[in-house]
């Protein structure tokens, strides 16, 4: 059975520049996490979706990030324009229940620099 | 609000000697508490998880974490450390009615000596 999947592995673009993520879950997971670790800090929670809507995206920076999961399969993550601070490691995760107790499982990550 | 705190950027022991790696939590409401590892290039991987039956949970690797209420700790053990155990661990803990939300600790780094 295949893991979550993100694509690129890593990705070095300009300040200005668009960037979008991809993240396929594990098949059957409705649920859908992306979160961030910036260098130095803690990984922090970004948005959730349940399916193809978004259930919590408390954690979404700014307005500079747009995250898609069209038919509930995978997930996109768009920064436009970029800017330094974006720069880091992001990581999704899938699971099949969202309660408390339920176990995520997370892609490699895909690591943005911003230059 | 819920919270971790992982108390060591970074560990280092010799192989074949025990590993502790300290975690305290601070929740509203019962918590689920689980430890992460990530080596290198690889996705973060469950090593175990708390979610309110016994309070000495045993794990993937010989791990093993006992959850202490009183202490409102959530530490790692390993009796003996052995090279493939070099990694970054993650304490993290998760709410009731969050949705599965994951709040991390800052991470510790576990070097192993030969």
């Known amino acids: 059975e295949a893991g979550v999947t993100q694509f690129p592995s890593h990705s070095v673009i300009e300040k200005g520049q668009t960037v979008t993520l991809r993240c396929d879950p594990i098949?059957?997971?409705?649920?859908l996490y992306w979160y961030r670790r910036v260098m130095g800090k803690e990984i922090k929670f970004l948005l959730h979706?349940?399916?193809?809507?978004?259930?919590?995206e408390s954690g979404m920076p700014n307005n500079r990030f747009l995250a898609e999961r069209t038919g509930g399969t995978y997930s996109t993550l768009k920064v436009q324009p970029a800017e330094l601070e974006d720069s880091g490691v992001y990581f999704c995760a899938s699971s099949q229940e969202m309660t408390a107790n339920t176990e995520a499982f997370f892609g490699q990550g895909t690591r943005l620099t911003v230059v | 609000a819920q919270s971790v705190t992982q108390l060591d950027s970074h560990v280092s022991v010799s192989e074949g000697t025990p590993v502790l790696l300290r975690c305290n939590y601070s929740s509203s409401y019962s918590p689920s508490l689980f430890w992460y590892v990530q080596h290198p290039n690889k996705g973060l991987q469950l090593l175990l998880k708390y979610t309110s039956a016994a309070t000495l949970v045993k794990g993937i690797n010989g791990f093993e974490a006992e959850f202490k209420k009183s202490e409102t700790s959530f530490h790692l053990t390993k009796p003996s450390a052995h090279m493939s155990d070099a990694a970054e661990y993650f304490c993290?803990?998760?709410?009731?009615?969050?949705?599965?939300?994951?709040?991390f600790g800052q991470g510790t780094e576990l070097s192993v000596k030969p």
């Open positions: 993290v803990v998760s709410a009731p009615n969050q949705g599965g939300k994951l709040i």
């Open positions: 098949s059957g997971h409705d649920n």
């Open positions: 979706f349940v399916k193809e809507s978004k259930q919590d």
